[in-house]
């Protein structure tokens, strides 16, 4: 039997991540697919584990609302922009901006400082953005990566469906590397513009850049704008948050 203070739970879209966590650092990481979970599959995921109160960011609210089901009665906080973040918020409608942008803001001031942007590859790549004055300020939101490979493959007859990873070439020799080549280099591209932008819009020259996500080692290495990769960026911040209000 493992033990912890916290189980923190990152419910995105795509996947949902479970971690044991002490105060001090994160333990364990178990993960499903976010459209699979169960009431039965998130009690199975956690077996053998035993904490005091769990924290949840969730972006689905219906597995959301299932997961704390299945984890009741123990204590449950869960994310959102009234709690304690140790961040200020200047944003006109702070209810909207989702719980993971949250946590990961927090853990970005946390490790990095501020200014800093994160850029999260999930889904959608989203970038948030915490001003000199250490207050999250907003962000972008583009399409996920392989959103935009998978709208080619059912949007036309002939492009296949592709594995991403880095592109042998530029210029293509075939469907697949010409493919890979305008996802890859032009994502990355696009990346680079936004920040770009960002920083001009902040008025500093210095802003740590800080990638996490499924997608975030394989578009980071040919950015040297990246400062650092962080797969478990939302889940420290959670684990920051959840020693903030417990």
């Given at each position: 039997m493992a033990a912890g203070d916290f189980l923190l739970i990152d419910n995105s879209n795509s996947f949902?991540?479970?971690?044991?966590?002490?105060?001090?650092?994160?333990?364990?990481?178990?993960?499903?697919?976010?459209?699979?979970?169960?009431?039965?599959?998130?009690?199975?995921?956690?077996?053998?584990?035993?904490?005091?109160?769990i924290v949840l960011s969730s972006v689905v609210p219906e597995k959301g609302a299932l997961i704390a089901r299945a984890l009741a009665p123990t204590p449950l906080l869960q994310v959102h922009a009234k709690i304690r973040l140790g961040i200020g918020i200047d944003y006109p409608k702070p209810h909207t901006i989702g719980a993971d942008r949250l946590?990961?803001?927090?853990?970005?001031?946390?490790?990095?400082g501020a200014p800093a942007v994160v850029v999260d590859f999930g889904t959608a790549v989203t970038f948030d953005i915490i001003d000199r004055a250490r207050n999250y300020v907003g962000g972008v939101i583009a399409p996920g990566l392989e959103a935009m490979t998978d709208y080619l493959h059912t949007r036309t007859a002939l492009l296949p469906k592709i594995r991403l990873l880095e592109p042998p070439r530029a210029i293509g020799k075939?469907?697949?590397?010409?493919?890979?080549?305008?996802?890859?280099?032009?994502?990355?591209?696009?990346?680079?513009?936004?920040?770009v932008e960002i920083r001009h819009e902040l008025g500093a020259r210095r802003v740590s850049v800080v990638a996490t996500g499924g997608y975030a080692d394989l578009i980071a290495t040919g950015l040297p704008e990246m400062n650092a990769v962080r797969p478990l960026l939302t889940l420290e911040g959670l684990r920051l948050i959840a020693n903030l209000n417990l």
């Open positions: 949902t991540k479970f971690a044991l966590a002490s105060r001090e650092e994160l333990g364990p990481v178990r993960r499903a697919a976010t459209r699979e979970l169960t009431e039965a599959t998130v009690v199975r995921l956690v077996r053998g584990w035993r904490f005091a109160a946590a990961n803001a927090v853990s970005a001031l946390h490790f990095f075939t469907t697949r590397e010409a493919m890979l080549a305008g996802a890859v280099h032009g994502y990355r591209g696009l990346v680079r513009q936004i920040l």
